[in-house]
């Protein structure tokens, strides 16, 4: 009984692949194909219209027209700002852009996407404003502040375009990568610092003084320059107007230090590229003379944990080595100010006065 048991049971055992091989020839389809890659992720806009951190960026794309550009072939790096970073320049709902010029939110568009597929693992460690083409035909600035020298175990990895953080890297799309920024990229295109400056009237006061000084024109060369721009209602706060600046004596004041302070000559910095120069080479500020005059100009800056956001600070200070006078200075603690990017140069708005006119006697 029990070898008449085993006989049977070695017997099915044998029908086992061949009642397999016949129910896998009953389901074939010739038509069968194997998921290609990315077939079930969203192409760009499709992607962003139905992510809710990024209506605001939607709504910008649809009023420029530019959804099926971005539902294109590419492949594209997407820098999408989120919609807190709309929302620090003052623009909460879809609606605010029908108020806008539908060229100038494409051209804004554009700069924001890349005409290639950017992976964070693309971009050099350690690297400083490394630049990648635009479908606007421009240039982004990338730096990667990767680790200190000598401490690569605990990398920062803080990756910024134009001064802008990335809080969210490498989102696949279909047609490209998305990387989520904290901050509106700000360019002006064909333009100089001097002409942001001569464009915007909350600066007039300041560009007074750099006119009586004689450090106006220079802004309109090739540069590159860094400026610390303060608004018409810091110089008010402290009872100074444009009719006061113009009544000052030149051969008494020093305007270099007065005015030419704010302005860091032959250098084009990002608020965060002083930043990663603190972790990648130990920097803690920027420190550099005044052009043309014996006084330092001393920049540094501080990022959030939370938020990614950078800010500043900035003063004057006699001898670099103590003992120095070192002045309050001035900070720049409204990121969204910042970086506004031009042809030769980049301008932040600072919230204060470096020096007062009393402190600038020669």
Same mark, same amino acid.
């Given at each position: ?14 029908l ?36 809710y951190?990024?209506?605001l ?47 100038s ?64 890297k ?10 989520? %920024? +904290? ?9 100089? #610092?001097?002409?942001?400056?001569? =464009?915007? $009237?909350? /600066? ?45 004596d ?13 302005? %860091? +000559?032959k ?8 930043? #990663?120069?603190?972790?990648i080479? =130990?920097? $803690?500020? /920027? ?15 501080t ?58 006697l020669?």
């Open positions: 009984m029990l070898m008449k048991r085993k006989k049977f049971i070695k017997n099915i055992l044998l086992i692949p061949a009642f397999m091989l016949m129910l896998l020839n009953s389901c074939k389809h010739d038509d069968l194909q194997i998921t290609k890659e990315n077939e079930n992720l969203r192409l760009g806009a499709d992607f962003i219209r139905n992510n951190d990024m209506t960026f939607y709504a910008a794309i649809q009023k420029a027209g530019m959804a099926d550009v971005l539902n294109g072939q590419g492949p594209f790096t997407i820098l999408v700002p989120s919609n807190s970073a709309f929302q620090q320049l003052g623009i909460t709902k879809p609606s605010d852009f029908d108020k806008m010029n539908s060229d939110l494409k051209g804004m568009i554009q700069r924001h996407v890349l005409t290639q597929r950017l992976l964070f693992s693309d971009i050099p460690v350690n690297g400083v404003d490394i630049r990648y083409q635009t479908l606007a035909g421009t240039e982004v600035y990338a730096s990667l502040a990767g680790y200190i020298p000598g401490n690569s175990q605990y990398p920062a990895n803080n990756l910024y375009f134009n001064g802008s953080s990335v809080t969210r490498d989102v696949n799309i279909a047609n490209g990568i998305i990387q989520v %920024i +904290n901050k509106v990229m700000k360019y002006t295109p064909r333009s100089t #610092v001097q002409d942001w400056l001569a =464009s915007r $009237p909350q /600066y007039s006061i300041f560009v007074s003084g750099l006119k009586k000084f004689g450090l106006w024109s220079q802004l309109n060369t090739t540069g590159p320059f860094t400026v610390f721009a303060p608004q018409n209602n810091v110089f008010e706060a402290q009872n100074i107007t444009a009719a006061s600046i113009m009544a000052l030149t051969a008494v004041y020093s305007g270099r230090r007065l005015f030419g302070g704010y302005i %860091i +000559n250098k084009h910095y990002f608020i965060s590229d002083i930043n #990663v120069f603190y972790i080479n =130990s920097e $803690p500020a /920027y420190v550099g003379h005044i052009t043309g005059d014996s006084w330092y100009q001393v920049v540094s800056t990022r959030d944990y939370f938020t990614a956001d950078v800010t500043y600070s900035m003063n004057l200070r006699t001898p670099i080595n103590y003992p120095y006078d070192n002045y309050p200075g001035a900070a720049g603690l409204l990121p969204a100010l910042t970086d506004n990017l031009t042809d030769n140069g980049l301008v932040h708005d600072i919230q204060g006065l470096l020096l007062l006119p009393v402190q600038a020669k």
